[in-house]
């Protein structure tokens, strides 16, 4: 599973890096995702919601439903 969650968010990386951002995985522990957002994204007032309805939600849907993306500052 780790490779799957590492193969998407590598995937996510190129539109993150697009919009002058980009993330950094700090841990994988089965289902929980801890992520650092660089650039643009790290002070970013919607970065919550990038994390949350865009990261998790995507992981969620196509690794497992059971995945929880955690913010580390």
């Known amino acids: 599973m780790e ?4 193969e998407t968010l590598e995937e996510l990386r190129g539109m993150l ?3 002058g951002g980009d993330l ?6 089965g289902t929980s995702v801890k992520l650092r ?4 994204c790290g002070c970013c007032p919607h970065a919550t919601m ?5 990261i998790e939600r995507i992981l969620r849907e196509r690794v497992s439903p059971d995945i ?3 913010r580390v500052e």
């Open 3 to 6: 490779a799957q969650i590492r």
């Open 68 to 70: 929880v993306v955690e």
């Open 50 to 54: 990038t994390l949350k309805h865009g």
């Open 37 to 40: 957002l660089q650039g643009a």
């Open 24 to 29: 950094e995985v700090v841990s994988i522990d």
């Open 17 to 19: 890096q697009d919009d």
